[in-house]
């Protein structure tokens, strides 16, 4: 939803079932500029056809303008990904909104949200924050990318146009790798049910991906798990609450029992005892010597440090995808964070939607919601 979204194409560029992309924007001229076949402008009233222009109350009220051609889009949906980059003006503003309307319709709703580089300023920052919040209110599982995590697994020669790709990697797959879950036929299936179990464990969630090559029992089934659960980015993340794990495993037919075995136990060895796990397995002729593992975990707690759940392991390609389920697709580029409510100025988040975000930017200034240290003073 608004903004740049650098990646489209890569979504977009495969037939993926049951899967119905669309772009949202204020912006009519980077709208007919999209890749993506269907589209919904809204605030023309607003805007005149023009973006947001990084206010996040015109890129709400665009959408509330809209909220019959936004309901039209995600009527008959089963499952809702909302793709926005946090922090400007359409995908903070509008967001929450897509967000609520899908929740009224009782759809399954995954929002995957970018947070602004730290060059972008602090008051982007605050308003990404403020707009994760609205959101959060919302979705049933919420996925960030830092963006200024990206920088930690790209080489410091890599071009700007490989960072924003590789933002835009972890977006492509943690959408393909939830849908694949459900619309790929495996020895042991996922349907949609395990799905909605899991990621409507609300909170914040991840997903991991890893792969490895290797005769069967030479340690490649440890290699994908770990990889899957570990990296670069997730290293700050406590994973030992999680309430909800999707594990998906696929291989070629010489998985043996053992490496299925070992995969379960890495991810048993950071699961709540109360966690409810489920484990889908694919064989594909095709991948000889090779194991895929896509792991989604929900129902997160707060990570330890500052960094809030990250996301994600890069290069794992998707297969085509065939089913009878449909999911919608709001596009957008993505990530997210938590955030943590000041209690002397909680009345003012009640009804997120109801105040300008700009005013509750000033109610935090107030009550030193981004001085934690003061706030502990009060």
Known sequence: MGGTFVGESSLTSEEHGRIVFYAVNTDAQALRKS?????????????????????????RKAAEDDQDEIRKMLEGADMVFIAAGMGGGTGTGAAPVVAKIAKELGILTVAVVTKPFAFEGKKRMQFAELGIKDLS??????????????????????????????????????????????????????????VRTVMSVQGQAM????????????????????LAVRNDLLEKIDLSNAQGILV???????????????????????????ATVVVGTSLVPEMSDEIRVTIVATGLGEIAG?????????????????GEGRVNIVPELHRR??????????????????????DRLEAFKKNNFFNPAQREEN
């Open 137 to 194: 209110q919302y979705v049933d599982s919420m996925i960030i990318i830092p963006n200024q995590q990206i920088q930690k697994v790209l080489p410091k020669n890599a071009k700007l146009i490989d960072a924003f790709a590789a933002a835009n990697d972890v977006l492509r797959n943690s959408v393909m790798g939830i849908s694949d879950m459900i619309t790929s036929p495996g020895l042991i299936n996922v349907d949609f049910a395990d």
């Open 337 to 358: 964070e938590s955030v943590e409510v000041s209690r002397t100025a909680s009345e003012e988040y009640q009804r997120p939607l109801d105040k300008p975000i700009t």
């Open 35 to 59: 890749q993506v076949q269907q589209t919904v402008q809204i605030g023309g009233e607003t805007t005149k056809g023009l973006g947001a222009g990084a206010n996040p109350n015109i890129g």
């Open 207 to 226: 997903i991991g991906f890893g792969s490895a090559v290797g005769e069967p029992g030479a340690g490649r089934a440890e290699e994908a798990a770990r």
């Open 306 to 322: 500052n960094e809030p759940i990250q996301v994600v392991r890069q290069g794992l390609s998707t297969q085509n995808i065939e």
């Open 248 to 274: 998906n495993i696929t291989a070629g037919m010489d998985l043996v029992f053992e490496e299925f075995n070992i995969i379960g136990e890495t991810i048993g060895s950071f699961a709540s005892e109360e």
